[in-house]
C-alpha cells in the first residue's frame, strides 16, 4: 500500500469529467480543475499565490529519481575537479549543509562515489580533453609541478 502524497489535502478528486480522458482533481483553493497526476498537483502548488506558502516549499523536501542522480553527478564532478578527498561524504559539516541546502538530497555511498560517479567524470573529462586534443594539428603542452 502506498501513501498518498501530502499534497493531495488541497485537492478534490473528481474522477473522470466529460471532455477528458483521464480522471480530473479540481483545487480546492481557486476552484480550478488539473489532470489527476502528482506532478501536475505540483506544479500547480507552485504556481498558484493562494496556496498556503508551507506547500510552495514542497518542493525544496521532495527529490525525483533524476534530480537525484544529477546532484550526485555534480558533487562528484567537484570532487574530481576539486581534487577532494573521499571521506568528505563523511564529514558531519558535509552532510549538514546538504541537509540544510536541499533536505531531500542523499549523498552517494563512498562506495558509489568512488567507482561509479568518479568513473563517470573521469570518462567525461578524458573525452572533452582528447575533443581539444584532436582539433588542432600543432599544440604546446605546459605543466607546472
Not at 466529460?18 to 480522471?23: A, R, T, V, W
Not at 508551507?54 to 570532487?79: D, P
Not at 573521469?122 to 588542432?136: C, G
Amino acid at each position: 500500500m502506498t501513501i498518498p502524497d501530502p499534497i493531495w489535502i488541497l485537492f478534490s478528486k473528481l474522477g473522470y469529467v466529460p471532455g477528458f480522458k483521464q480522471k480530473r482533481s479540481k483545487c480546492d483553493k481557486c476552484e480550478q480543475q488539473i489532470n489527476e497526476s502528482l506532478r501536475a498537483a505540483q506544479i500547480h502548488s507552485v504556481s498558484n499565490s493562494s496556496l498556503p506558502s508551507a506547500l510552495k516549499l514542497y518542493k525544496v523536501n521532495h527529490i525525483t529519481k533524476a534530480e537525484q542522480k544529477l546532484l550526485e553527478l555534480v558533487f562528484a564532478r567537484s570532487v574530481f575537479y576539486c581534487s577532494l578527498f573521499l571521506s568528505l561524504l563523511e564529514m558531519e559539516t558535509i552532510k549538514l549543509l546538504w541537509k540544510q541546502a536541499r533536505s531531500a538530497f542523499k549523498l552517494p555511498s563512498r562506495k558509489k562515489l568512488s567507482t561509479k560517479l568518479l568513473d563517470f567524470v573521469f570518462n567525461e573529462t578524458k573525452n572533452k580533453v582528447e575533443t581539444l586534443i584532436n582539433q588542432y594539428t600543432n599544440m604546446c603542452l605546459i605543466s607546472d609541478g
